[in-house]
């Protein structure tokens, strides 16, 4: 199954927040332009528990500074035209809080996402202004603080809708004219600071056109999906005895890595006789040696590869007493 960013990569977003730095102050753009980075207030914290497949997330603080800031830019100025916004979303505390608040204006903003303080999620053109529409689980309002949810919202320049969790939950939807401003697009709270989002974020992306529910769909099965890995170590070919347990010495990189290793008894590594395991699957028993322990390696791969961190792999096929030759390949999972 495809992995969100890839799904999301493919609708070609103007700015795309994944939420997975380790630390410093930049919520880096994933998105293909990747001009559109965030800087996050000191009461955000990056590297929390993960919301989406292999990532971490965003946890914002009911204290400000708890938001994150994109500058100001023209490509979301958009005038009333099409655009989206995603985000996977988890609140700790119910409230009143502002989501989104988009190119503010004194005394409101030009469009913001929110929470009401009868729980519902709306789509505002401005503080006090036009609801464009609203979301309240039937009335129950959106209270969850349980689960992870993601949260869509796309306008087409007529009409807007709202998706919560891969599903059109649109009510009451108004159209109404969304005004440009200059200044920063900001994240989990209101530009003056107020109404501040408890809980975690992260895949904060906009979109210059209207997503189509299909995409939303795919988004929401895509969440927990997990790519291929990409090669970035040349394979290493070595006669090797027909012991099963088998260890190298990962790459030295600051990322996570995914390993494979291949079997053959020629040095050709042909078709036919190939074997394939991969650290992802149980075909192969994998731990690396962290310095003190031998540690079950997760199924994305080695926590922080590295020289010396080594890693060790049990074949678990018979090898029937021949020589066999390996190749080891590392990737990164995307």
């Known amino acids: 199954m495809a992995s969100l960013l890839t799904e999301m990569l493919a609708d070609s977003p103007t700015m795309l927040l994944r939420g997975n730095e380790a630390s410093g102050t930049t919520a880096n753009d994933s998105s293909s332009g990747g001009t559109h980075d965030g800087t996050r207030g000191t009461n955000v914290t990056f590297g929390a528990a993960a919301l989406v497949a292999t990532d971490t997330s965003m946890d914002f603080a009911a204290t400000d500074p708890n938001y994150v800031d994109v500058a100001d830019h023209a490509d979301f100025d958009r005038g009333d035209g099409a655009f989206s916004y995603v985000v996977v979303l988890k609140q700790d505390v119910i409230g009143v809080t502002r989501i989104l608040a988009d190119k503010g204006v004194t005394g409101g903003v030009a469009w913001g996402i929110y929470i009401s303080s009868t729980n519902r999620v709306r789509l505002q053109t401005a503080d006090g202004g036009v609801n464009m529409l609203s979301w309240s689980n039937t009335g129950a309002g959106f209270t969850d603080t349980a689960s992870r949810h993601m949260l869509v919202v796309t306008y087409d320049g007529t009409n807007p809708k709202m998706y919560m969790d891969g599903s059109d939950v649109t009510e009451a939807p108004t159209d109404a004219t969304i005004a440009n401003s200059s200044s920063v697009l900001r994240i989990g709270a209101a530009q003056d600071g107020s109404n501040m989002f408890n809980g975690r974020m992260a895949y904060a992306a906009y979109f210059p056109s209207a997503l189509s529910s299909t995409r939303v769909t795919a988004y929401w099965a895509a969440i927990d999906g997990v790519d291929g890995p990409v090669w970035t170590t040349p394979a290493d070919t070595v006669s090797m005895s027909t012991t099963p347990d088998l260890k190298f010495t990962s790459p030295v990189s600051a990322v996570k890595q995914h390993f494979q290793l291949q079997l053959d008894t020629a040095n050709t590594f042909a078709t036919g006789n190939l074997r394939t395991y991969d650290s992802s699957t149980s075909q192969t028993n994998w731990t690396y040696?962290?310095?003190?322990?031998?540690?079950?390696?997760?199924?994305?791969?080695?926590?922080?590869?590295?020289?010396?961190?080594?890693?060790?792999?049990?074949?678990?096929?018979?090898?029937?007493?021949?020589?066999?030759?390996?190749?080891?390949?590392?990737?990164?999972?995307?």
Do not use: C, F, Q
């Open 289 to 334: 040696w962290d310095g003190a322990s031998w540690t079950a390696m997760p199924s994305d791969g080695l926590p922080i590869a590295k020289s010396g961190n080594e890693v060790d792999y049990t074949v678990t096929s018979a090898l029937s007493g021949a020589t066999w030759y390996r190749r080891v390949r590392a990737g990164t999972l995307v």
